[in-house]
């Protein structure tokens, strides 16, 4: 499982900076059958640290995160210092200010946390698509609005690590049924055809 | 400020599209919770219900609705959170913790409520470390963006006659005055400001902790601020924005003189020349 790597890095980084035997040799080095057996009970003691104790789902604007609903209530109830959370999102996001994005949130059992932002969601950059092509900064009151398949292959491209497609083709699929559902016609012909 | 969460059950795929329509509504932020539910939270007055029902009608869903008023949404970390000691020169802890032992040169009390500045991140740790380098005595010091007020307050412990501070956050404000009480740091005056245009004085240090796009905005204003030869620390800079902020300086003749790195944080020495 991808998240059992990533954890067996994380701990072997920490083992070769933190270890107390550290200096007295290489961590890859071979050394006594005991020395062996202390590094493997530090690598568990480190997964034990670094318990989770819940994941948090949010999404929201780049830039603009404060200790207002819904960061606030969302990560307060769970012991985690909010305001650390608002600086290191605003200074990883300050390039994607204002725009709606999904951040799932990793909380450990000793408070600490684990960040990931994802792109922001096809339907988010089908409205703002929709909008470039109306040349209206009003959001459109009818959802009557229309995207090129340039901006819905655009679309795809930034959300395929998130769609689980495995071609782009299928990705504009999805994307072009999120319009749909929106009320958001793709004019023209698909570039497959029909 | 209060707020109103709306929740709703919906599909996965609608769940996006009603981020997307409710962000165009004025929503600020959705928390997504098991069972494919979806909170949305929008500031009061900025609230149209008949509005949101007929888009949520539109799709086929409906929502229950629950005021939400202001608190202090970091209660809980606050009530168990860690000391922190920046080597034997500044402690910093919550009233409820004892006095550091030994004792460090400065020792700051802060209650932080929702406001930022309590040495825990390395932004904030760095500044301090930086300031432990600078003499203090009877200099004028002005803090831009000053959250729980602590390097003002540390400004103060140190021997600065005036230190002026802003913050954009009135709730900052109040945090910063009441941990200057606190703190019996007589010569801070806080006040509401989102920006530095109004500040006609002049300052031997200018203290910001914020972010690169602030920083960058107002990197002049800064150094207008600054006597010949002053000293500017900026913080809140990620290792990767280093030569934005460097290439600012210099085009407003900032020259760096020291950096520390902790996290991939950057916190800059520069002198006004």
């Known amino acids: 499982m991808p998240k059992s790597k990533f954890f067996l890095r994380v701990n072997i980084l920490l083992y070769t900076f933190a270890s107390p035997l550290k200096g007295?040799?290489?961590?890859?080095?071979?050394?006594?059958?005991?020395?062996?057996?202390?590094?493997?009970?530090?690598?568990?003691?480190?997964?034990?640290?670094?318990?989770?104790?819940?994941y948090v789902k949010l999404q929201v604007k780049g830039g603009q995160a404060n200790p207002a609903p819904p960061i606030g209530p969302a990560l307060g109830s769970k012991g985690v210092n909010i305001m650390e959370f608002c600086k290191q999102f605003n200074a990883r996001t300050q390039d994607k200010m204002g725009k709606v994005l999904p951040v799932l949130l990793t909380v450990y059992t000793d408070k600490s946390?684990?960040?990931?932002?994802?792109?922001?969601?096809?339907?988010?950059?089908?409205?703002?698509?929709?909008?470039?092509?109306?040349?209206?900064?009003?959001?459109?009151?009818?959802?009557?609005?229309?995207?090129?398949?340039?901006?819905?292959?655009?679309?795809?491209?930034?959300?395929?690590?998130?769609?689980?497609?495995?071609?782009?083709?299928?990705?504009?699929?999805?994307v072009a049924g999120t319009a749909r559902s929106m009320g958001i016609t793709v004019d023209g012909n698909a570039p497959w055809g029909n | 400020m209060s707020h109103i969460a709306i929740t709703l059950t919906c599909t996965a795929e609608l769940k996006d599209i009603l981020v997307a329509e409710l962000s165009e509504k004025g929503f600020e932020g959705f928390e997504e919770?098991?069972?494919?539910?979806?909170?949305?939270?929008?500031?009061?007055?900025?609230?149209?219900?008949?509005?949101?029902?007929?888009?949520?009608?539109?799709?086929?869903?409906?929502?229950?609705?629950e005021r939400i008023g202001q608190t202090n949404w970091n209660a809980v970390w606050e009530s168990n959170f860690e000391p922190v000691l920046v080597d034997d020169f500044c402690g910093i802890r919550a009233s409820f913790h004892p006095a550091f032992v030994p004792a460090p040169q400065h020792e700051i009390m802060i209650t932080p409520k929702m406001s930022f500045g309590t040495g825990h991140h390395a932004t904030t740790y760095s500044m301090i470390k930086l300031m432990k380098g600078i003499d203090f005595r009877s200099k004028k010091v002005f803090d831009f963006g000053t959250g729980t007020g602590i390097l003002a307050i540390l400004a103060a412990k140190m021997g600065a006659s005036v230190i002026d501070a802003i913050d954009i956050d009135t709730w900052s404000v109040e945090n910063t005055k009441e941990n200057v009480t606190n703190n019996n740091a007589l010569p801070v005056k806080v006040?509401?400001?989102?920006?530095?245009?109004?500040?006609r004085d002049n300052y031997n240090v200018v203290l910001a902790n914020i972010?690169?796009?602030?920083?960058?905005?107002?990197?002049?204003?800064?150094?207008?601020?600054?006597?010949?030869?002053?000293?500017?620390?900026?913080?809140?800079?990620?290792?990767?924005?280093?030569?934005?902020?460097?290439?600012?300086?210099?085009?407003?003749?900032?020259?760096?003189?020291?950096?520390?790195?902790?996290?991939?944080?950057?916190?800059?020495?520069?002198?006004?020349?």
């Not at chain 1, 059958?33 to 640290?49: S, T």
């Open chain 1, 24 to 54: 007295k040799f290489s961590p890859f080095s071979f050394g006594s059958p005991d020395r062996w057996w202390g590094r493997f009970n530090q690598i568990k003691l480190y997964n034990m640290a670094k318990e989770i104790a819940t």
């Open chain 1, 113 to 174: 946390f684990d960040f990931v932002i994802k792109t922001p969601p096809a339907a988010v950059q089908l409205l703002e698509a929709a909008k470039l092509q109306s040349g209206s900064k009003e959001p459109n009151r009818n959802k009557v609005g229309k995207v090129t398949w340039a901006q819905v292959e655009a679309i795809a491209t930034d959300k395929m690590a998130d769609l689980n497609c495995f071609t782009k083709e299928s990705a504009m699929k999805m």
């Open chain 2, 191 to 199: 006040w509401q400001a989102d920006s530095l245009k109004g500040i």
């Open chain 2, 211 to 273: 972010n690169r796009n602030i920083l960058l905005e107002f990197m002049a204003d800064m150094r207008r601020l600054l006597v010949r030869d002053g000293i500017l620390l900026l913080s809140g800079i990620l290792k990767e924005d280093e030569s934005a902020i460097l290439e600012t300086a210099r085009k407003n003749a900032l020259v760096l003189e020291s950096q520390i790195e902790k996290d991939n944080w950057l916190a800059m020495k520069l002198l006004a020349r």
């Open chain 2, 33 to 65: 919770q098991a069972g494919n539910t979806l909170v949305a939270y929008i500031p009061e007055q900025d609230f149209n219900e008949t509005d949101i029902r007929a888009l949520t009608a539109g799709y086929n869903v409906t929502f229950t609705q």
